[in-house]
């Protein structure tokens, strides 16, 4: 029921992002480490992220994502 519910259309959805730490791994690579709220009318939730970046031409793209 609760899954249910999560997975409903919310009518609104919130996310901020806080702590902000990014790491280069060499040229073309870099870790982005924060936290991360998420709000909307049906759920909400509070995590630690990481992702791992790769840059490609001219645009940085996630080629990996780790929540806790």
Known sequence: AQRKVRLNKPR???IE???????MLGDEHA?????????SDTYQDEVSKSLILKKVEDRWLITQEDSK
């Open 31 to 39: 870790r982005a480490e924060f936290r991360q709220s998420y709000q």
């Open 12 to 14: 609104f959805i919130k």
């Open 17 to 23: 992002l806080s702590n902000l730490k990014v790491t």
